[in-house]
Nanobody, 123 residues
Framework: QVQLVESGGGLVQAGGSLRLSCAAS????????MGWFRQAPGKEREFVSA???????FYSNSVKGRFTISRDNAKNTVYVQMTSLKPEDTAVYYC?????????????????WGQGTQVTVSS
């Protein structure tokens, strides 16, 4: 069992930056592929970024070049540094863990989910 708790959301102006954190608990959490998803009001949840245990990363086209995912296995924490934020980045951001042991981007490939943290980007 893996528990995930996100933090770091908030209100930021367009062009600003935020760093989200996801603290994972569970003995094998460092082996999991970790992902970030987001869900804007009235829209479906979408993939943002993922990082596997070998530190390979993958990003959606909408955030590539602006967001950076990283992980600190000693702290069982995954981060996403978000820069050049746009109003369309406004969403609830969710952290997820997958036992797939490779980079995966589909929601049904993730086994555990956090409760989410709100990010609001004002224009």
């Amino acid at each position: 069992q893996v528990q995930l708790v996100e933090s770091g959301g908030g209100l930021v102006q367009a062009g600003g930056s935020l760093r989200l954190s996801c603290a994972a608990s569970g003995r094998t959490s460092s082996r999991y592929t970790m992902g970030w998803f987001r869900q804007a009001p009235g829209k479906e949840r979408e993939f943002v970024s993922a990082i596997d245990r070998s530190l390979n990363t993958f990003y959606s086209n909408s955030v590539k070049g602006r967001f950076t995912i990283s992980r600190d296995n000693a702290k069982n924490t995954v981060y996403v540094q978000m820069t050049s934020l746009k109003p369309e980045d406004t969403a609830v951001y969710y952290c997820a863990a997958s036992s797939a042991m490779r980079l995966v981007i589909l929601m049904n490939q993730y086994d555990y989910w956090g409760q989410g943290t709100q990010v609001t980007v004002s224009s």
